[in-house]
C-alpha cells in the first residue's frame, strides 16, 4: 500500500462522534486526486484498522460501516494532552516492523512533539543506562501477578523491556491490561494491551516482564477481531514447521469419513471395529489448536506431546469456567 495514500486516508477520515461511508471516503479522495475502486478502499482501511496505530474507528453497527479517528486519538485541541503524549512515546517502541517508512516517519515526528509536550523532560525509562542483553530468568510472582490480573479482571502497571532508540530499556508503563499466558515453544507469553487508548494486541515472554503491580480498575477486553489480529501476526512472523499430528478418532467420525481435513493424511490405521488412528502432516497454529478443541469432545489427540497438552490446558480452562 502507497505511504502517501495511508496518510490521506487518514486525513480525511472525521474525528468522531461523525463518520464517514466507504462512499463518501472515496469520493473525497478522488477530490484529493486519488482514485481507488471501493475494494481497494476496503482492503486499505482494514489494514489500518488491523495495525491498530492510527486510531481508526470502525462502526459496524450499520452497513456500509461508518470510518473514523477515535476522538481521543486525535482531540479537539491543537495542544497534545499529557496521556497523550505518554502514549505516542508507548506507541513509537511498539510499532509493527511492517509499517512502511513514511508512517514510521509521521510517528517519530510525533513523539519528538511529545517531548516538547512534556517540557523537553524524557520519561525515567528513557533516561536510563541501557542494557545490552537480559538473562531468562522467569519470575514466579511476576506469573502470580498477571495471573491475578487476568483472573480478577484488573489492569496493572509494569515494566517491560524493549528496544527503544537502537538500545535496549526496562520500559515503565502505567497501564497494561493482561488478558492471557500461554506457552509458545516452552516459553510462557504474556498477551496484553496497553493504556486505555491503544486498541493493538501484543505478546510478549513473561521474562521480559518485572515489577508487576495489579491496579484497583478493570482491564480492557479485547474483542475477537483484535484477538484475530495478534494471532495472525504471531502466525506470519512465525517460520511454520510441518508437524505429524496422530489423533484417535471413532471410525465413523467424519474425520475418518474424509469429511474434515486438518491437513495431508499420511496414514491410517484401523485399530478396532470402533476406533481409528490417524495421522496427518499440518502446520503447527493456533487455527489448528481451536480446531482440535472444537472437536475434543469425541478426538483425542494422540501425538505430538506439546500439541496434546495444549489442546488439554483449553479444555480444563473450559472446565473450569463451568464449574464455577
Same mark, same amino acid.
Given at each position: 500500500?502507497?505511504?502517501?495514500?495511508?496518510?490521506?486516508?487518514? *486525513?480525511?477520515?472525521?474525528?468522531?462522534?461523525?463518520?464517514?461511508?466507504?462512499?463518501?471516503?472515496?469520493?473525497?479522495?478522488?477530490?484529493?486526486?486519488?482514485?481507488?475502486?471501493?475494494?481497494?478502499?476496503?482492503?486499505?482501511?482494514?489494514?489500518?484498522?488491523?495495525?491498530?496505530?492510527?486510531?481508526?474507528?470502525?462502526?459496524?453497527?450499520?452497513?456500509?460501516?461508518?470510518?473514523?479517528?477515535?476522538? *481521543?486519538?486525535?482531540?479537539?485541541?491543537?495542544?497534545?494532552?499529557?496521556?497523550?503524549?505518554?502514549h505516542y512515546l508507548m506507541l513509537e517502541q511498539l510499532?509493527?516492523?511492517?509499517?512502511?517508512?513514511?508512517?514510521?516517519?509521521?510517528?517519530?515526528?510525533?513523539?519528538?512533539?511529545?517531548?516538547?509536550?512534556?517540557?523537553?523532560?524524557?520519561?525515567?525509562?528513557?533516561?536510563?543506562?541501557?542494557?545490552?542483553?537480559?538473562?531468562?530468568?522467569?519470575?514466579?510472582?511476576?506469573?502470580?501477578?498477571?495471573?491475578?490480573?487476568?483472573?480478577?479482571?484488573?489492569?496493572?502497571?509494569?515494566?517491560?523491556?524493549?528496544?527503544?532508540?537502537?538500545?535496549?530499556?526496562?520500559?515503565?508503563?502505567? *497501564?497494561?491490561?493482561?488478558?492471557g499466558l500461554e506457552e509458545d515453544n516452552g516459553i510462557?507469553?504474556?498477551?496484553?494491551?496497553?493504556?486505555?487508548?491503544?486498541?493493538?494486541?501484543?505478546?510478549?515472554?513473561?521474562?521480559?516482564?518485572?515489577?508487576?503491580?495489579?491496579?484497583?480498575?478493570?482491564?480492557?477486553?479485547?474483542?475477537?477481531?483484535?484477538?484475530?489480529?495478534?494471532?495472525?501476526?504471531?502466525?506470519?512472523?512465525?517460520?511454520?514447521?510441518?508437524?505429524?499430528?496422530?489423533?484417535?478418532?471413532?471410525?465413523?467420525?467424519?474425520?475418518?469419513?474424509?469429511?474434515?481435513?486438518?491437513?495431508?493424511?499420511?496414514?491410517?490405521?484401523?485399530?478396532?471395529?470402533?476406533?481409528?488412528?490417524?495421522?496427518?502432516?499440518?502446520?503447527?497454529?493456533?487455527?489448528?489448536?481451536?480446531?482440535?478443541?472444537?472437536?475434543?469432545?469425541?478426538?483425542?489427540?494422540?501425538?505430538?506431546?506439546?500439541?496434546?497438552?495444549?489442546?488439554?490446558?483449553?479444555?480444563?480452562?473450559?472446565?473450569?469456567?463451568?464449574?464455577?
Amino acid at each position: 500500500m502507497s505511504s502517501q495514500r495511508h496518510l490521506t486516508i487518514l *486525513e480525511l477520515l472525521p474525528s468522531q462522534p461523525s463518520s464517514i461511508s466507504i462512499t463518501q471516503l472515496k469520493h473525497k479522495l478522488f477530490d484529493s486526486g486519488i482514485k481507488l475502486s471501493t475494494r481497494m478502499l476496503q482492503r486499505d482501511l482494514q489494514s489500518l484498522y488491523e495495525q491498530g496505530c492510527f486510531g481508526l474507528e470502525k462502526d459496524t453497527r450499520t452497513k456500509p460501516y461508518g470510518w473514523s479517528i477515535s476522538k *481521543e486519538w486525535r482531540g479537539n485541541s491543537t495542544v497534545m494532552s499529557t496521556e497523550l503524549a505518554q502514549h505516542y512515546l508507548m506507541l513509537e517502541q511498539l510499532l509493527p516492523q511492517n509499517i512502511p517508512v513514511d508512517i514510521k516517519q509521521a510517528i517519530h515526528a510525533k513523539a519528538d512533539i511529545a517531548l516538547q509536550r512534556l517540557n523537553g523532560i524524557k520519561p525515567e525509562w528513557l533516561k536510563l543506562k541501557s542494557n545490552s542483553s537480559i538473562e531468562v530468568n522467569l519470575d514466579s510472582k511476576v506469573v502470580e501477578q498477571i495471573e491475578h490480573a487476568i483472573k480478577h479482571n484488573r489492569s496493572a502497571s509494569a515494566e517491560i523491556y524493549r528496544v527503544l532508540y537502537d538500545q535496549a530499556h526496562w520500559l515503565a508503563f502505567s *497501564e497494561l491490561s493482561f488478558y492471557g499466558l500461554e506457552e509458545d515453544n516452552g516459553i510462557l507469553m504474556a498477551q496484553f494491551m496497553v493504556g486505555e487508548l491503544h486498541d493493538k494486541c501484543y505478546q510478549m515472554p513473561v521474562y521480559r516482564i518485572r515489577n508487576v503491580k495489579v491496579l484497583q480498575k478493570t482491564r480492557r477486553e479485547p474483542n475477537l477481531e483484535q484477538l484475530s489480529s495478534l494471532r495472525l501476526a504471531i502466525n506470519k512472523g512465525k517460520r511454520q514447521e510441518p508437524i505429524n499430528l496422530v489423533i484417535k478418532v471413532p471410525t465413523q467420525s467424519a474425520i475418518n469419513q474424509g469429511f474434515i481435513e486438518l491437513g495431508e493424511l499420511i496414514e491410517k490405521q484401523q485399530l478396532d471395529a470402533q476406533t481409528s488412528l490417524l495421522t496427518f502432516k499440518v502446520d503447527d497454529t493456533q487455527q489448528l489448536i481451536d480446531e482440535l478443541f472444537k472437536l475434543a469432545h469425541w478426538l483425542e489427540v494422540i501425538e505430538p506431546v506439546v500439541i496434546r497438552n495444549r489442546v488439554i490446558k483449553k479444555i480444563k480452562a473450559a472446565a473450569n469456567i463451568y464449574n464455577q
